[in-house]
Each structure stands twice: as structure tokens, then as C-alpha cells.
């Protein structure tokens, strides 16, 4: 696979080398692109000191993505890795701070690591900081950066590699940006200044007060349990489904019957949840309904590892035991299994 930009890049004392000098133009169908990757260029970079970045990893590399999404299914916060290339006695990025939380696993040779205490302003080169530690990593070691903690790496006699895990997590203020969305429907909100406003804005200072109280008191009163739900699901609709393998399963799907074996598909994503009469099931970029009735069936097939329809007669009758396993079949979400 050929990788495009931006998913590789080349960085050399803290600069990122600019992509024409690492790319090359090819056809794709009827299209002419920039950005395809010079591999030989790119490789001679290297040669020169300069530290190869692999981006979005667990976006196409299936053992990153799926060490991702287990991380993730078990943290319920979404995950990025970035892999880093570094020859001898050279450095990539200079002292930096990165806005999410990082993993940093060493896979080959060693890299010092400096780490500054986080309310500290230390510049690129780090003269105006003292290090609250430094330390060099082997393969095996994982070093874990909170996010706005400045930090910078460089091999001294050794090539490396370090994979980067980023934790973009979700957090209370994103509860309360989604609560503030919401109040800001309200049609006061939405109401004009008034003519003229520009020319004296201290004169609406007592009715601004006014309004940003009744917009308190409409927050206090906010479902935060609703808003919540509401991020919590946004976590489920954002992860894409790991479908390897989909294509033979859409061909067997309809063959499905009280004895097939079928298999809960490794890295799949799912969460479910009840509202009257309905089920919705979520498998990451698709929402699926179904009737409430269904619900027992379907989470004794979530706890299974392993079954066949005729395992949920408890619950459902042949004929509606088949069709919800084709289902879930034909949705990803389970496998049938050869043999």
C-alpha cells in the first residue's frame, strides 16, 4: 500500500521538511496526485538525520488498529498512534506539548526522553526549564505523557522506533458544551441587540447580567445524565467498524440457519440501548432498530463468544432467531464460521 499525505511526514530538528521534497506525482484511475510517498526520497531523509513520522496507523494497519480499539473499547475515549522513525544521534520534534494524553511504547532501539514539570514553559530547545525527568527508554518501555506536558526525544548511538498511543479523551467540558448547545436554543438567546449596540455596549452590561443569570439557572437545571448519554453515544457513532472479511459474509448470510455456527466478530463495536418499544443498537457509522422483544436474544448473543440460533429458542422462535442472526451476520457485528 502506498501511503499519501499526510500520512507520512519527515521532520528534522523540530521542522517538518516540506511534502513536495518527499513525494511524488503519479495517476490514480483519471485523477493525477502530489502527494503519493517517494519511498527512495523519504529514505534518503533518513540517511541524513532526518525522523520518518507514520500517521493515522490505527486507521490501516490492522495489529495498531486492533491493539486500538481494545484500548479503546476499555477506556471508552478514542485513540490515535503515530509511529516515529529515528536514525542515530538525532532528533525529530523539539521541546513540545501535545493536547491529548500520550502513550509512548519503544519498540526498537533506545531514546532519551526529557520531561518537564507540566506548568512549565521550557521553549523549543528547553534552556528555560528544568527537567523533572529524564530517561531513556528500551524496547518494551511505555512512558506515559499527560496532555500539556512538554516533552522531547532523541537517539544518541542507536536507530529507534516509538509508537505513540493518543488519548483524545472526552471531558467534562464537553458535557457542558453539550448542555450549552442546548440552552442555546432558547428563542431569549436568539433575540437581537439592540440598534446601535456597537457604538455603547456598556450600556446593555445590567441586561446582559440579567440574561446570563437566566441562562445559569436554565444550565443548573440542565439533565446532566441526558448530556452524558448524548457524549457517550457520540463515542459509539464515531469508531468504524471493523468489518475484515465482510465480503464473504455477505455471501453467506442468507444461508444461515438453526445450526449455523456464528462468532462475535474480534475488535466489533456495539452498544445498545432501550427507548419504549424500540432497540437501538449502535455499531459504530450505523444505528440499527429493532423491536424491544428482541432484546433478550440479543444480549445473550453479546455474552456469547460462540453459538447458533437454536441457543436463543428461549427467547425467540426459529424464524426469528435466524433473522436476527443473519442480521448481525450481514451488519458485521458476528461471523459465520467454517465448518
Not at 311 to 336: C, I, Q, Y
Request: proline fraction near 6%; aromatic fraction near 4%.
Amino acid at each position: 500500500m502506498a501511503l499519501r499525505a499526510p500520512a507520512f511526514r519527515v521532520v528534522k530538528g523540530g521542522v517538518t521538511l516540506d511534502p513536495s521534497t518527499c513525494a511524488r506525482r503519479a495517476r490514480i484511475g483519471s485523477r493525477t496526485v502530489t502527494d503519493l510517498i517517494d519511498v527512495g526520497r523519504v529514505y534518503a531523509h533518513f540517511g541524513d538525520g532526518a525522523t520518518i513520522v507514520l500517521q493515522g496507523l490505527h486507521r490501516y494497519w490492522s495489529p495498531v488498529a486492533e491493539m486500538c480499539r481494545d484500548l479503546e473499547e476499555e477506556l471508552t475515549h478514542p485513540i490515535q498512534a503515530n509511529a516515529y522513525i529515528t536514525p542515530p544521534v538525532a532528533q525529530g520534534l523539539r521541546v513540545h506539548a501535545d493536547r491529548h494524553d500520550v502513550f509512548a511504547l519503544q519498540t526498537h532501539g533506545r531514546k532519551q526522553w526529557v520531561v518537564y514539570e507540566g506548568d512549565q514553559q521550557p521553549g523549543p530547545d528547553g534552556a528555560d526549564g528544568t527537567p523533572s525527568l529524564d530517561v531513556q527508554l528500551q524496547p518494551r518501555d511505555c512512558l506515559y505523557l499527560p496532555k500539556g506536558v512538554h516533552h522531547a526525544a532523541r537517539t544518541v548511538d542507536s536507530a529507534s522506533i516509538h509508537l505513540t498511543l493518543g488519548a483524545r479523551t472526552v471531558t467534562w467540558g464537553d458535557v457542558l458544551a453539550d448542555i450549552v448547545e442546548g440552552s442555546g436554543a432558547d428563542p431569549s438567546l436568539q433575540e437581537a441587540l439592540p440598534a446601535g449596540f456597537a457604538r455603547n455596549p456598556e450600556a446593555l452590561a445590567a441586561e446582559g447580567r440579567r440574561r446570563l443569570q437566566e441562562a445559569a439557572d436554565r444550565l443548573r437545571a440542565a439533565d446532566v445524565a441526558d448530556a452524558i448519554a448524548r457524549v457517550a453515544r457520540g463515542f459509539w457513532t464515531g469508531r468504524v467498524p471493523a468489518l475484515r472479511g465482510q465480503l464473504r459474509q455477505l455471501l453467506v448470510a442468507g444461508d444461515v440457519d438453526d445450526r449455523t455456527v456464528v462468532r462475535r466478530r474480534p475488535h466489533s463495536s456495539c452498544a445498545v440501548s432501550r427507548h419504549g418499544d424500540a432497540l437501538e443498537v449502535v455499531l459504530g457509522d450505523r444505528t440499527l432498530r429493532m423491536p424491544a422483544s428482541a432484546e433478550p436474544a440479543l444480549r445473550m448473543a453479546l455474552d456469547l463468544s460462540e453459538l447458533t440460533p437454536a441457543d436463543l429458542s428461549d427467547h425467540l422462535d426459529e424464524a426469528s432467531r435466524a433473522t436476527l442472526v443473519r442480521r448481525l451476520v450481514r451488519e458485521g457485528l458476528f461471523m459465520a464460521v467454517d465448518g
